[in-house]
């Protein structure tokens, strides 16, 4: 059973960066794809950025490409999300989650999910 556990979220202000963690404790495998995702109260869970886990491809949503960057530590199971030029619409709880199989922008299809880090930004 795969099993995220999220760190690094907090309250900074615009303009800002922050570094998101998620590292696996439970099983890996080699098809896994891992995503970050993020919900604003009221609003969806939207997709934020992915990342297989053997091509390292990455993609991101439009709202945060050019400031946000995904990557992975294979030897620490462990994926980060480098959030730079942080703006108050960013505010939102930050999911970590993973899939088997390639890469997904739609949440119902990743199989575990983190607890969620919260990420205030002020203006």
């Known amino acids: 059973q795969v099993r995220l556990v999220e760190s690094g979220g907090g309250l900074v202000q615009a303009g800002d960066s922050l570094r998101l963690s998620c590292t696996n404790l439970g099983r890996t495998y080699s098809s896994l794809a891992m995503g970050w995702f993020r919900q604003a109260p009221g609003k969806e869970r939207d997709f934020v950025a992915a990342?297989?886990?053997?091509?390292?491809?990455?993609y991101y949503a439009d709202s945060v490409k050019g400031r946000f960057s995904i990557s992975r530590d294979n030897a620490k199971n462990t994926v980060y999300l480098q959030m730079n030029s942080l703006k108050p619409e960013d505010t939102a709880v930050y999911y970590c989650?993973?899939?088997?199989?390639?890469?997904?922008?739609?949440?119902?299809?990743?199989?575990?999910w983190g607890q969620g880090t919260q990420v205030t930004v002020s203006s």
């Open positions: 990342i297989t886990w053997s091509e390292s491809s990455t």
């Open positions: 989650a993973a899939r088997l199989g390639g890469y997904s922008d739609y949440h119902k299809t990743y199989d575990w």
